[in-house]
């Protein structure tokens, strides 16, 4: 497909949002919560009254805090925001208050958009100088209305301010003004801003979701992970609202029983996954069948979307088997904004992460490489994935050193390690900081996991490095199906026969803890940080 092209005075509310009306679709329903709606006119109505009120408080250039679930307020206070040629920053509202705090002082945020609970445990973090305004939306189970009155909160509500703004002033923003600080998952230390411009999340959705995976405007979307994650804000608002489809939110925590009333409710043609949760349903499926419920019903599924973390090829297989319906398995990054590489419609190869999005070239080029002019490695050798494409990011706020390595030009240094096999397919095979060099040789958790996935017992696992008496060695938390964790010692000795059998003998698990979960960071992924240093009490 030929590059997208985007005019120098471009801004993402309009792509996004304000052209649907001149498109028509303005009746057409843009949102919905619980048995509430919005249509895309009504959204446009509420960013223009909501940009007004941020107008007040926030000069161009400048950060806006959002920290919410998904509620609709998230959607007009996003737009609102890149309308007026503001700064979008986006955290997630139960996360610990040290690192709510953080992403205060770290952006430096104008204006924050929150929960009462929040605003009160941070405190003094929103009495700092560069704090003008603290705009509250109230805490809502789905369905219930985003927009009530708070009686007696310390801060006005933004339903508030929006109701008393004048008229926002118009503002030109230019398609390589800032738009977005994306933040990276943190798995090595505090989180880093991503700094995108407009016309990044632009030229994504239209070689992916558009070019690619294919949103049509008769879609519903509903998604796990939440609007706070870059790959939400894609695949739940920013790529449903381009095609003027539907997306449909709810603010309970994610859990089987939770999004399986979303679909319940909305029928929606496309789920935004992650593997833990695509076990979870298939686990919690198979109790229903136990206890003579009903089987859950996905027939509305165009297709589910999975990323965050590898597909294992087992877990993928036992989702085909019982419900038939695809999934659509890539990968992207904070860095690029989203997914750069991914099956796709007519195009599967289980295990793999697909091919490279049109728009896209990767390479695969040696762990020592210092920059993407290096020969590429030969077909089926591991090595780090570098990716090329319009929506790379500028660097890392207040991090030149880690911004040198990771960003050369219009390259980007992922850090992941891949082999691509000789048709051009994706195989990931672990985070290159995560390798575990045992014996002597380097062992890859990804490829311990998916063997330990194989076993017929094994829902969940991952594998860490843990001590033995000095040395490092595989160390595996694994989620057992139902009813096979009582088996206590019997079942972690078949597994680690099981590895023994099927890969080299040092990479089995010296150690095999059975756990009833993964523990998860706020981007959805296994939080092997806290898994290493349980691992570390081995």
Partial sequence: MSRPAFPEQFNLADYFLHDRLAEGRGPHVAVRY??????????AARTHQAAGALQRLVHPGERVLILLPDTPPFVWSLFATVQIGAVLAMGNPDAPTADLAYLVEYTRAAVVITL???AEALGDALRAPWVRGVLLVPETATGDDPEAPL???LHPTL????????APRPARTHRDDVAVWLF??????????????HRDFAFNTEVYAKGTVGYRPDDVTVSVPRLYFGYATGTNLFFPFAVGATTCLFSERPTPESLYAA???HAPTVVTNVPTMLGKLLDWDAARADRDEPPLALSSLRFSLSAGEALPEPLLQRWLARFASPVYDGIGSAEMFHIYATNRPGDVRPGSLGRAVDG???????REAEGPGAPPLPPDEIGVLWVKGDSVALGYHQDRDKSWKTFHGHWCCTGDLFRVDAEGYLWFAGRADELLKVSGLWVSPTEVEECLMQHPDVALAAVVGALDEGLLKPKAFVVPREGAGQRGDALVAELQQHVKSRLSKHKYPRWIELVDDLPKNDRGKVDRKALKSRGAAS
């Fill in 159 to 166: 339903a508030e301010a929006m109701h008393t703004a004048p």
């Fill in 151 to 153: 009686p007696g909160s």
């Fill in 34 to 43: 619980g048995q509430r709606a919005w249509s895309y006119a009504e959204v």
């Fill in 263 to 265: 679909i319940e409710r």
């Fill in 116 to 118: 009462p609970r929040v």
């Fill in 184 to 197: 990276t998952s943190g798995s090595t230390g505090r989180s880093k801003a991503a700094i995108h411009t």
């Fill in 360 to 366: 896209y070239e990767l390479r695969v080029l040696p």
